[in-house]
Nanobody, 124 residues
């Protein structure tokens, strides 16, 4: 699976962004997907995850109520809609695939494939 994330940019606090992740490969629909983020000087952390079919999602506590993850298996796409953005959401955001995974996992080490990252900067 190859992944390419896009959609990052500069936004004011309270604004919204929609990140996209384009996937190639035959196993996309068999892979739970995750969005992770990494702020400067911090470890990569889980933001949101979605099951293979899209019927189950999981969010970090900091993302609940503000972020929505979705996927379109017909188009090999995963999205992260981010609303009510805060300064502390500033980070590089990565999409990742857990090939043949059975559940949504929160540890980065569980994901085999990663996109290149897209920078989200929220100005206060």
């Amino acid at each position: 699976v190859q992944l390419q994330a896009s959609g990052g940019g500069l936004v004011q606090a309270g604004g919204s962004l929609r990140l996209s992740c384009a996937a190639s490969g035959r196993t996309f629909s068999k892979s739970p997907m995750g969005w992770f983020r990494q702020a400067p000087g911090k470890e990569r952390e889980f933001a949101a995850g979605i099951s293979r079919s899209g019927d189950s999602t999981s969010y970090a506590e900091s993302a609940k109520g503000r972020f929505t993850i979705s996927r379109d298996n017909a188009k090999n796409m995963v999205y992260l809609q981010m609303n009510s953005l805060k300064f502390e959401d500033t980070a590089v955001y990565f999409c990742a695939a857990d090939e043949y995974g059975m559940t949504i996992r929160r540890s980065p080490v569980s994901y085999e494939y990663w996109g290149q990252g897209t920078l989200v900067t929220v100005s206060s």
